[in-house]
């Protein structure tokens, strides 16, 4: 979603800040804007579009300074044009602010300023926070932003500048993410570390109700009942090298194939072989706590939910633990039945999820456990959940989530390991378990080598404007999984459903033009999913199968098949997802559409 980029220090601001915004484009916007101290006010330049739109404006007339903010926006308060792009001046024209989040009671301070005399040239909320900043400005952009905070309701991530305090940059927090880059005599605001790598691995997380306020001699953190806060200075463990493209054409093809790696990078460390089971600590959990809790909840948005879904399979199927899905923006608004013999997982790739973290916040209000599988380190719900487990799945830029999908899988199966041996799995059960966890990175590397098979078969969609993606069990949700990534990236219209489902509905759309994706290893469902695949080619549809090595049956009822090899088969989905990742990747890339920015999308979805 939005991106906010801020310097103080030496070095000219403008280039900075533009390849910050650079930094930050994966997380999807549609209008970018830099404000710059030059020496005589605020220089603001702002452009609907790609930021390359914005450079273009710019073109030789970088503004001077070495002081400023720059934002991508992704519109929720008016429509994505250069009048309502960040950043936002106040009335006086010195102040001007960018925004994260929204201001819920942005119209009833707005009415208020208007009779006041304030004159509004945007539909946006952030510009009412710009002027409420003016209005209290009285010499201290500190006592200002921290004034004009009291009276705001909603969400914010923000950094504003003022032009009678050039060397100074006030960031504040609440329910959006920021953090502030420690460098060598020169500091940084960003709401991603992304944008700030190529100058410092050091930074400091906000917590909600924080300010920092950066000059040039350093950088303090307030809350905003003034008192000083001393926070730690942690280090990001990636380099710029992980963020880039390293010769892919597209960050979504990269993270698809650092996938061996990734999946080994969750299990890390968490294998007990002699025990034949996981170590967990991050939990915060005993094992007689652990054996406490009378049924599971997991929540999560998204490709995350579809994982959580996985993962209900594996936590009944290995523990016989009780264990619900929902849906964390239902979740928090329905009353839902959670105790402290819940425990509540919550899963996201980004860690900065509004609805996943309304719903963990909901679920410990109730007296449960939570715990997070969350990829981005140092995010919000990493930081608001009793305990859980880094994913490790580096960076994922591509907007379609891939490396982390499998690597939430793979934790998922690690604590239905855990809990599965606490609950009576055997010995030796656990110990084959982890032994075919252990070969997964080396059997998606055998996948990942027939990628070009999947590129061929991308000629099945050609013409196709809808399709169908069927499996059953713990490949259900895999179905669910193929159909988000075909339509996020290549705009075809894709369900997914389970495939016994199909007779009871989507079997009316069946015909030649509908293209239907089966996934169907071979496991205990198998010949019920024969009959499915029988039903779809009586009415004369079109079938792709992800089978199992060996599957001649299925393979000679097909249209087109790519086999997958032999697994555990809770375990199938990782194997399973692959090729429907690179299927969508394929399939979008003839279709010449942005890959790794698809159009509306944006990588971490912050507001409600
Ligand atoms: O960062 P999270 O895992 O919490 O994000 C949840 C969803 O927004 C995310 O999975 C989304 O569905 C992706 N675009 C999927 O590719």
Same mark, same amino acid.
């Given at each position: ?11 000219? #601001?403008?280039?900075?800040? =533009?390849?910050? @915004? +650079?930094?930050? !484009? ?9 404000? &710059? ?36 926006? %992704? ?28 201001? !819920? ?40 932003? #921290? ?30 993410? =920021? @953090?502030?880059?420690? *460098?060598?005599? /020169? ?36 809350? @905003? ?12 463990? %990636?380099? =710029? ?7 892919? $054409? ?10 061996? !790696? ?16 996981? +170590? ?111 994913? +490790?799945?580096?960076?994922?830029? *591509?907007?379609?989530?891939?490396? #982390? ?47 070009? /098979? ?25 179905? =669910? ?6 339509? !996020? ?44 695949? $029988? /039903? ?16 001649? /049956? ?9 086999? &997958? ?5 809770? @375990? ?37």
């Amino acid at each position: 979603m939005c991106g906010i980029v801020g310097y103080v220090g030496p070095r000219p #601001a403008a280039d900075i800040l =533009l390849d910050g @915004l +650079r930094r930050l !484009e994966y997380r999807g916007y549609d209008s970018a804007g830099l404000a &710059i101290i030059n020496g005589t006010g605020v220089q603001v330049q702002k452009a609907a579009g790609k930021l390359s739109v914005l450079t273009e404006l710019i073109g030789n007339r970088k503004p001077k300074g070495t002081t400023g903010i720059g934002h991508t926006r %992704w519109a929720t308060h008016g429509a994505p044009n250069t009048s309502n792009a960040h950043p936002h001046t106040d009335g006086s024209g010195r102040i001007a602010l960018i925004h994260n989040g929204i201001i !819920e009671n942005a119209g009833a301070l707005k009415t208020v300023l208007l009779k006041r005399g304030h004159e509004f040239t945007s539909e946006t909320d952030t510009e009412v926070l710009a002027h409420l900043v003016g209005e209290y400005y009285s010499g201290s952009l500190e006592q200002a932003v #921290a004034s004009a905070l009291h009276d705001v309701d909603g969400a914010y991530g923000i950094a504003v500048v003022s032009a009678d305090e050039p060397d100074v940059v006030v960031a504040a927090r609440k329910g959006s993410p =920021l @953090l502030v880059g420690v *460098g060598e005599g /020169e500091w940084f605001v960003a709401s991603d570390a992304a944008a700030i790598l190529e100058h410092t691995r050091s930074v400091v997380y906000l917590d909600d109700g924080e300010m920092a306020v950066l000059s040039r001699d350093g950088y303090r953190i307030r809350n @905003l009942a003034e008192d000083e806060v001393d926070k730690p200075v942690n280090q990001i463990d %990636w380099d =710029l090298a992980t963020i880039e493209r390293d010769g892919y $054409e597209h960050f979504m093809l990269k993270e698809i194939f650092e996938q061996p !790696e990734s999946i080994a990078d969750t299990m890390r460390g968490h294998l007990l072989d002699d025990e034949g089971s996981s +170590r967990l600590h991050g939990l915060n959990l005993s094992d007689e706590e652990l054996c406490q809790f009378e049924r599971i909840v997991i929540t999560a948005c998204g490709t995350s939910w579809h994982a959580a879904l996985i993962g209900e399979y594996l936590l009944e199927d290995l523990a016989r633990m009780p264990t619900e899905v929902e849906y964390a923006s239902e979740f928090r608004y329905r009353n839902p039945v959670i105790d402290d013999r819940t425990l509540v997982i919550a899963i996201s790739q980004s860690g900065e999820t509004a609805d996943t973290l309304a719903a963990i916040k909901e679920a410990k209000s109730r007296g449960a456990r939570t715990i997070g599988l969350v990829n981005v380190v140092g995010s919000t719900i990493a930081r608001e959940v009793d305990g859980g487990l880094y994913l +490790r799945a580096g960076p994922e830029i *591509g907007v379609a989530s891939t490396k #982390a999908f499998t690597s939430q899988v793979t934790a998922l199966a690690l604590v239905a390991l855990r809990l599965a041996r606490l609950r009576g799995m055997s010995l030796e059960a656990g110990q084959a378990f982890i032994a075919d966890l252990r070969a997964l990175p080396r059997l998606v590397r055998v996948v990942l080598d027939r990628a070009e /098979e999947l590129e061929a078969l991308a000629d099945f969609f050609t013409g196709s404007t809808n399709a169908l993606y069927l499996g059953r069990g713990v490949n259900f949700p895999v179905a =669910l999984e193929g159909a988000l990534k075909m339509k !996020e990236i290549s705009y075809i219209h894709a369900e997914g459903y389970p495939a016994a489902e199909m007779k009871h509905g989507p079997i009316a759309l069946i015909d030649e033009n509908m293209p239907v994706v089966f996934i169907a290893p071979r496991d205990a469902v198998h010949s019920k999913i024969v009959s499915n695949i $029988e /039903e779809v080619k009586a009415r004369g549809g079109r079938v792709i199968a992800l089978i199992s090595d060996g599957d001649d /049956e299925i393979a000679k009822l097909a249209d087109a098949s790519f086999t &997958i090899p032999m697994t555990n088969s809770a @375990l199938t989905p990782i194997l399973t997802s692959v090729p429907l990742q690179l299927f969508a990747y394929y399939v979008a890339v003839r279709r010449e559409c942005n890959v790794d920015q698809p159009r509306n999308l944006a990588k971490s979805v912050t507001v409600e």
